[in-house]
């Protein structure tokens, strides 16, 4: 926090790293064009600030500047970034609902709401991955049926029988393997 203007600040290597982004991704962005990089611009602040704890000053943003950045990466599909932005909508909206009905959540209860979204988001991934690894699998003793019968075709065409038919094996199926 800035004890003369009461604003909190952010370092802006700790926002990059967050995301697993370099401190100097921030300066490029800043550089940019992108509608969030045009918002970031507008916030005027001292680009180093004297921190308490620190005997020398660090690059710093507002928190403002944080969020743009990281939805600037959001939607660029950047993992980390999604999940972070995720959180502060979801803990912007569950806060203001609350305060909303005249009910206040702790800073724990907060988090408790945040980590449980978190979770629910991972598992809706997971289930998205495991159901796309499922129709994978479905194909596949399609996909095999067609390679055994092209394999069954060639070995005839050059004057072969293949194994099933020399050991007398039948089936209703004539692409199911013996």
């Not at 690059?59 to 980390?80: A, T």
């Not at 724990?108 to 991972?122: M, Q, S, T």
């Not at 095999?144 to 094996?169: A, S, T």
């Amino acid at each position: 926090m800035v004890p003369s203007t009461n604003e909190i600040i952010l370092s802006q290597t700790n926002t990059a790293e967050c995301i697993k982004k370099p401190n100097r991704s921030i300066i490029e962005f800043s550089k940019g064009k992108s509608l969030e990089a045009i918002a970031f611009k507008r916030f005027r602040l001292s680009k180093k600030q004297k921190v308490e704890g620190s005997n020398k000053p660090i690059d710093v943003i507002l928190p403002q500047q944080s969020f743009l950045y990281w939805n600037y990466w959001n939607r660029r599909g950047l993992e980390d970034a999604i999940k972070i932005v995720i959180a502060c909508g979801i803990d912007s909206i569950v806060s203001r609902s609350y305060q909303a009905f005249g009910l206040n959540l702790t800073l724990e209860e907060r988090d408790a709401l945040i980590r449980e979204n978190a979770e629910l988001l991972y598992q809706a991934q997971r289930l998205k991955k495991d159901h796309y690894l499922a129709k994978e699998a479905l194909a596949e003793p399609d996909i095999l049926d067609d390679e055994n019968w092209r394999l069954r075709q060639q070995i005839r065409e050059m004057g072969g029988v293949p194994y099933d038919e020399q050991i007398g094996y039948t089936s209703n199926n004539p692409n199911e393997p013996f």
